[in-house]
C-alpha cells in the first residue's frame, strides 16, 4: 500500500493537473487525467520494484519512483505552450507545443509499460489501465498529429529507449525512475531538436541562441559518453589520460561542436558570443557583477573546506551554508531577468557547459584539478549524492535556467505573457531562490510543527509562500514589464500548491518545482 507522503504528493499533483485543464479544458486533458491516473498506480509497481531490488538498473534508493510528478511535467508543458502560442496565433508553437505534449505522454507510456513487463506477478488491473491510457493517447495522436510530427514523437522516444539503457548503465544510483524520465526525456528531445534544425537550416531562421543551447546541451553529454566509453579501458588518473582527456576536448570541441554551430548560426561562433556578451555597457556591468558573485561562491567553498579539521573528516556542511548558493544564484538571476534576458539565457548555458565539464574533471580525475574538486565538494554532498556523479549544484542551475530557456518567446510579441504568464522566467526564483530555501532555513532552525511523514515543517512551507508572495511584489515593483492583470488568486494558489509539493516531494526539488511552478503561470 502505498505510504502517507506519496500518496499527498500524487494528490497535488493530481490538484495541478486539474487546476491547469480547468483552464485550458479539450481533447488533450483527457489523455493527461488518464495519464495521471494510469502513472499513480504504475508508481506503485516502480516503489515495489526499487524495495525488493527488481528494478533493471540501480536507481537512487533515499527516494521513492517519483513517477507520477516527472510523468506529467512535459505534457502539461507542452499543453500549456500550445494554449499560449494559439492565443498569440502563432501556428508553427501550437503545433511544437502539440508535439511536445504527446512525445512526453508516450515516453511516460513506455516507462509505465516497462515498470509492469518486469513486475511478477503481472498485475492485471494495472496492465488493463495501462492499455485504457495507452489507447486514449494513441487514439488523440491519430487523430491531432501529422505524420512527420508522429514520426518525430517515435524518433525521441527512440533516442530515450538508446540513451536510458547506456546512461542507466553507465551511472547507478544517479537517478529515481522519475529523475531519469524528465532528464532523459530532456536531453532525447533537445537531441532529435537538434538533428532536425541540422538537416534543414534555413539561413535567417531561428535565433542563435537557441541554436548555442541546443549545441551545447548536446556536446557536453556526448563528450562524457565519449570519455566515460574510453575511460574503460585504461585508467583515467594518470598524467598520460589527463593530457589525452584535454587534447581530445579540444579537438572534439573546435572539430566538432563548433563547425556545427557555425552551420547553425551561418558565423563564426566564437566571434558572435564575444560580440553579442559585449554588445552594450548593461552587459559588461552585468557580465562583471556576475564574476564577483562566482568570485563569491568559490570563497565560500574554500571558507567552508578551510573549516573541515583533520578530525572531524566526516563533517558535512550544514542545510544553511547549502543555501548560501541559492542565496547568489538569485543575486545571479534577478538582475538578469530584469535587464537584459538574452544574456541570462546564454550565460546559464555557458555555466551548465561549465559545471558538466568540471564534473568530467572530477568523476573522472583528471589531473592537475580531479582530486582538489573531489576534496572540496565532498563537504557538500547529501543522500541524493548518491551515486557515482554530484548533480545537486547542476540541478540548481537546471531549475533556476529552465524556465527562461523555456520561455515560450515568439509567442509573447512585447516580450513578456499575460496575466501570471509574466511570471513564467521568474519561475525558478520564486520556487528555488526563495521558496525552496526561506522553507530550509526557517524549517531548521524554527519549525516545530512536522508535515506527516515527512521532515519538513508546517512553519517552513508557511514561511515560503509568504516569502514568494512578497518577492512577486517585489518584481512588480523592479520589473515594469510583468503585469499580472489581477491574476493574484491564481498565483497565490500556483505558490501554495508548489510549496506544498516541496514539503512531500522526494525528488530533486530544484529540478521538479520551477517545471511545476512555470506550468501553473503558463496554464
Request: hydrophobic share 55%.
Amino acid at each position: 500500500m502505498l505510504n502517507k507522503p506519496v500518496l499527498v504528493e500524487s494528490l497535488i499533483v493530481f490538484a495541478i493537473v486539474l487546476f491547469v485543464h480547468a483552464v485550458v479544458w479539450d481533447r488533450y486533458s483527457w489523455c493527461a487525467v488518464a495519464l495521471a491516473v494510469q502513472a499513480f498506480y504504475v508508481q506503485f509497481k516502480w516503489d515495489r520494484l526499487l524495495q525488493l531490488g527488481g528494478a533493471v538498473f540501480q536507481f537512487r534508493t533515499a527516494a521513492n519512483s517519483g513517477l507520477l510528478p516527472a510523468s506529467m511535467v512535459i505534457p502539461l508543458l507542452g499543453i500549456a505552450m500550445k494554449e499560449r502560442c494559439k492565443s498569440a496565433g502563432i501556428v508553427y508553437f501550437e503545433r511544437f507545443g502539440i508535439v511536445v505534449a504527446s512525445t512526453g505522454m508516450l515516453v511516460a507510456l513506455f516507462l509505465s509499460v516497462i515498470a509492469v513487463g518486469i513486475t511478477k506477478p503481472v498485475p492485471t488491473n494495472t496492465c488493463i489501465l495501462t492499455g485504457v491510457a495507452g489507447s486514449i493517447i494513441i487514439y488523440t495522436m491519430k487523430h491531432s498529429l501529422t505524420v512527420s510530427e508522429v514520426i518525430e514523437v517515435l524518433e525521441v522516444l527512440l533516442i530515450f529507449v538508446y540513451l536510458s539503457m547506456i546512461l542507466l548503465y553507465l551511472l547507478p544510483r544517479c537517478f529515481t525512475p522519475g529523475e531519469a524520465l524528465l532528464v532523459l526525456g530532456g536531453i532525447s528531445f533537445v537531441l532529435n531538436q537538434l538533428i532536425k534544425r541540422s538537416l534543414n537550416v534555413i539561413e535567417g531562421r531561428g535565433d542563435p541562441i537557441d541554436f548555442f543551447l541546443l549545441v551545447a546541451v548536446v556536446g557536453v553529454v556526448l563528450l562524457g559518453l565519449f570519455f566515460t566509453v574510453l575511460f574503460l579501458f585504461m585508467d583515467s588518473g594518470t598524467w598520460i589520460s589527463s593530457l589525452f582527456f584535454h587534447m581530445m576536448t579540444a579537438v572534439l570541441g573546435l572539430g566538432v561542436i563548433m563547425p556545427w554551430l557555425y552551420r547553425l548560426i551561418q558565423r563564426n561562433p566564437l566571434f558572435w558570443l564575444l560580440q553579442f556578451l559585449f554588445q552594450t555597457q548593461t552587459r559588461v556591468y552585468l557580465l562583471v557583477y556576475w564574476t564577483f558573485l562566482a568570485a563569491s561562491a568559490c570563497g565560500v567553498v574554500f571558507y567552508q573546506n578551510a573549516k573541515r579539521s583533520s578530525e572531524s573528516k566526516k563533517h558535512q556542511a550544514s542545510t544553511i551554508t547549502r543555501k548560501y548558493f541559492h542565496f547568489i544564484v538569485v543575486a545571479t538571476y534577478v538582475p538578469g531577468l530584469i535587464y537584459d534576458r538574452q544574456l541570462l539565457y546564454v550565460a546559464a548555458v555557458l555555466c551548465l557547459a561549465a559545471f558538466i565539464f568540471l564534473e568530467y574533471i572530477r568523476y573522472f580525475r583528471i589531473k592537475p584539478f580531479g582530486q582538489t574538486l573531489r576534496h572540496l565538494l565532498s563537504l557538500f554532498l547529501d543522500e541524493r549524492d548518491s551515486g557515482p556523479l554530484i548533480l545537486t549544484h547542476i540541478y540548481l542551475l537546471l531549475g533556476m535556467s529552465l524556465p527562461v530557456w523555456l520561455f515560450p518567446r515568439s509567442c509573447a510579441p512585447k516580450g513578456t505573457l499575460s496575466g501570471a504568464g509574466a511570471l513564467v522566467p521568474y519561475a525558478g526564483v520564486l520556487a528555488v531562490g526563495v521558496g525552496d530555501t526561506i522553507a530550509s532555513v526557517f524549517g531548521s532552525t524554527m519549525g516545530e510543527i512536522k508535515w506527516p511523514g515527512t521532515k519538513k515543517t508546517v512553519e517552513g512551507t508557511m514561511t515560503a509562500i509568504f516569502a514568494q508572495i512578497i518577492a512577486v511584489a517585489l518584481i512588480l515593483i523592479f520589473d515594469s514589464n510583468v503585469n499580472l492583470n489581477s491574476s493574484y488568486a491564481w498565483i497565490l494558489a500556483s505558490v501554495s500548491l508548489v510549496s506544498l509539493l516541496e514539503a512531500y516531494t522526494t525528488q530533486i526539488d530544484n529540478l521538479l518545482l520551477p517545471l511545476y511552478l512555470q506550468i501553473m503561470f503558463m496554464a
